[in-house]
């Protein structure tokens, strides 16, 4: 009798499923995944308001801001306490109220944050290293300014993003590759899943909006910069010049005509063509920092630190443009409130030279000024890069043959910093405006690193008397667009935590059977079951939705009722979806209808084709149960392995024994097949390193009736390893033909 897992729905619970719309849902995500404005009214939890004063006036906080102390050979320096740093702003010393030693990543670190904002009293003795390494999780952004990467650049950076993909990237670490122009489309979201990350880097492409001018007197933005806002008489003269002997504009153009009757046609030509290139490039500018101003906003409710890498040829920001010093300055106020550190990359060759090529200006000789107009284009686009760097506690990274070197040395140099918070006194210290400097006492040497912009909250009093407008909707609208709206939101919504578990197995006809878990924490039922009604109704929309607009939608409404939360398990409920193969995005969005909090999740997931004539494995399937061991043969004797359920927070104590289950599947669904020679290989990974390898071991023949394939399942016992995060990875062997098929999942032991 085969032991297997079985995927089965609380009895308790009542579903109902039916198909909704999909090009709304669609239509949905895409315009969030770009960026684009969608009008949508977020669920909040219920609130009660002051009845005696309709003003709430908010208390002042400590603010806080982060550092990185580093010693003469660039190693972070531990240890130190609150007497040891000296805080001012503007010269004045402020005193300590908070002090914390933070690993990013690390477990502990969104819970010190947090206490930084609550006054809670500077610890004093030796900082204590939070969590183990190999736990940590990193949040790593890659920003491809692919609107001002030239075809160079755009290889440099598909190069370095594919290197850390395959060989840098850890198990733990949720990365996202973003590009200035949206081309990646819905792919640039926070994933482990390095098919998502390929892909995404295949995409990138040089969006450049060169000058479509089909002449040989080049002007770059920086030239017209430089003219137009520095009044360079001499750079114009020179353009004016090749401007009239290029288009034969005099009677002597052959030999040079400067008499003012060619110049009065040339020099309106002329400054037409300068306008048109700063105003370009001033929209360009605009938009790429625009888009990273409104990436940083979005990942406020993400914990943690936060390492954001700009790849970029760089650009021009003319400080006497207002709108783009703007938001130069509104990227740096972000970063400091979402705890954001920008590390930018030129990606410019610098023994190459700048975009400037003298060599097309063929009827005047630039040579005289080449060298200088490199040297400037290059400082003056790099500023910005600079200044983004600098002003968030990161640096600029200028060698672009060691991308990769210098993208590991700043994940070393962010991975550990000190938390230090203080009570401003004046209205320009509360609001940033007052200079902030840090430094070690006795030990001038050591090099401190910090952000410029320290976080304060918001300080406007909040006036409940004036009534907002709104837009009047239907209680079931309003529930439709609550629920859409968490479907749709750019990370999960965690008012309730919703975990999903996706996997797919073959299907005797075509497309594949993606199977879909859900669960909830009971306990975020225990107040409403307290009421009269004694029950709790959910609204459940979800889809899988890839990049070619294939989309499969469900929607559920689920009934929670005392009897369901008897036994105080959480309540898991499933969902089946028949979808053709592709690279899918799943997600799900959990909605109270009583009280109208919501919840969502998310989750990648790569459907092969089984129709190809190879060896191929369906998804692993995880559940736990109690480890017999040192248990009464009483006890032995009725725990003769039975089916178990799936874990759906793959989460599992100590003591426990892990099992999984995978199908094999050899020529096609349907075909029979010659299963002699066929092994399989399990082993658990915890950061890159091996730390339990199971001996191959063959797969017995046997057969469920209407399931196509041949399903295998073993058990692990996780008594000997420590808690923390762990990647199972299985491989089937086909001896007689040589190929393998290998599936990993990520679990973590409590």
């Not at 404005?37 to 909040?44: D, H, K």
């Not at 888009?291 to 003319?318: C, E, H």
């Not at 909605?591 to 004539?613: H, M, N, Y």
Request: positive net charge; hydrophobic residues 40%; proline residues 5%.
């Amino acid at each position: 009798m085969l032991n297997r897992l079985a995927i089965r729905s609380l009895p308790d619970l009542r579903l109902s499923a039916f198909i909704c719309g999909r090009r709304q849902i669609l239509l949905l995500l895409v315009l969030i995944s770009f960026g684009i404005p969608v009008l949508l009214i977020q669920a909040q939890q219920p609130a009660s308001l002051p009845k005696d004063d309709s003003v709430v006036r908010i208390k002042t906080e400590l603010v806080q801001t982060d550092v990185m102390i580093f010693d003469k050979q660039g190693h972070f320096v531990d240890g130190l306490r609150p007497e040891d740093f000296a805080v001012t702003l503007d010269g004045k010393q402020q005193k300590i109220q908070f002090f914390e030693r933070i690993a990013a990543g690390s477990a502990r670190e969104e819970n010190q944050l947090s206490a930084a904002r609550s006054a809670t009293p500077a610890r004093g003795g030796k900082a204590v290293t939070n969590g183990d390494d190999a736990d940590r999780v990193r949040t790593i952004f890659f920003f491809v300014d692919d609107t001002h990467l030239g075809s160079k650049g755009i290889v440099r950076a598909r190069n370095a993003l594919l290197d850390f993909v395959e060989n840098r990237m850890r198990q733990n670490d949720q990365v996202a590759i973003v590009s200035s122009s949206g081309q990646i489309g819905f792919l640039q979201q926070l994933t482990d899943n390095k098919t998502v990350l390929r892909t995404a880097v295949s995409r990138l492409t040089s969006k450049r909006d060169a000058e479509a001018y089909p002449g040989k007197t080049r002007i770059t933005e920086y030239m017209a910069n430089q003219i137009e806002n520095h009044n360079d008489k001499a750079l114009f003269a020179y353009l004016l010049e090749s401007t009239k002997l290029e288009q034969q504009m005099g009677a002597g153009t052959r030999h040079g005509d400067h008499r003012l009757a060619s110049s009065y046609s040339a020099e309106p030509y002329l400054k037409n063509r300068l306008q048109q290139i700063q105003g370009q490039g001033r929209l360009s500018s605009r938009a790429t920092l625009a888009t990273l101003q409104g990436l940083l906003s979005t990942t406020a409710s993400l914990p943690g630190r936060k390492l954001l890498f700009f790849l970029s040829d760089g650009f021009i920001v003319n400080p006497q443009d207002s709108g783009t010093s703007d938001l130069l300055h509104q990227i740096t106020e972000a970063a400091a409130r979402t705890g954001a550190v920008i590390y930018s990359i030129d990606l410019r060759d610098s023994s190459s030279g700048s975009s400037i090529d003298v060599s097309t200006n063929d009827y005047i000789d630039f040579s005289a000024r080449g060298s200088g107009l490199m040297l400037g284009e290059m400082t003056a686009n790099r500023e910005p890069l600079q200044t983004m760097a600098d002003e968030t506690g990161g640096r600029i990274i200028l060698n672009p043959n060691s991308i990769t070197e210098g993208m590991l040395q700043a994940l070393d140099e962010t991975a550990d910093y000190y938390l230090i918070a203080w009570r401003p006194d004046t209205t320009e210290e509360r609001e940033g405006k007052a200079r902030l400097n840090v430094t070690i006492k006795e030990h001038p040497e050591w090099r401190v690193r910090l952000r410029r912009k320290f976080y304060a909250p918001p300080t406007r009093s909040v006036d409940l008397s004036k009534k907002k407008t709104e837009i009047q909707v239907s209680p079931q609208q309003r529930r439709v667009m609550e629920l859409q709206s968490a479907l749709g939101s750019l990370y999960p919504q965690r008012q309730a935590a919703v975990q999903l578990s996706a996997g797919y197995v073959a299907t005797a006809g075509p497309g594949s059977e993606l199977r879909l878990s859900m669960q909830l924490d009971p306990q975020i039922f225990a107040s409403q079951l307290e009421s009269e009604k004694q029950k709790a109704e959910l609204d459940v929309l979800g889809a899988a939705i890839d990049d070619r607009g294939v989309i499969s939608t469900f929607k559920q409404v689920l009934t929670i009722t005392p009897e369901t939360l008897a036994a105080r398990a959480p309540v898991i409920w499933h969902q089946k979806l028949l979808v053709p193969p592709g690279l899918y995005q799943v997600r799900v969005a959990v909605r109270d209808r009583e009280l109208g909090w919501t919840g969502s999740a998310l989750q990648w997931i790569e459907v092969p084709d089984f129709s190809q004539k190879t060896l191929q494995m369906s998804s692993l399937f995880i559940g736990g149960r109690e480890s017999i061991i040192g248990k009464p043969i009483s006890t032995l004797l009725q725990t003769i392995p039975k089916p178990i359920k799936v874990s759906v927070d793959r989460r599992f104590t100590t003591g426990s024994v892990l099992r999984f289950q995978t199908f094999l599947y050899a020529a096609s669904p349907t075909s029979s097949t010659d299963w002699s020679g066929l092994e399989v290989e399990a082993g658990l990974m915890r950061n890159g390193r091996p730390v339990v390898v199971m001996p191959p071991a063959k797969v017995p023949r046997n057969t469920i009736a209407n399931q196509p394939g041949l399903p295998y399942w073993a058990e692990i016992p996780l008594d000997q390893l420590a808690a923390g995060r762990y990647v199972l990875i299985v491989t089937a062997f086909d001896r007689a033909n040589k190929v393998r098929a290998s599936q990993q999942i990520n679990f973590t032991i409590e």
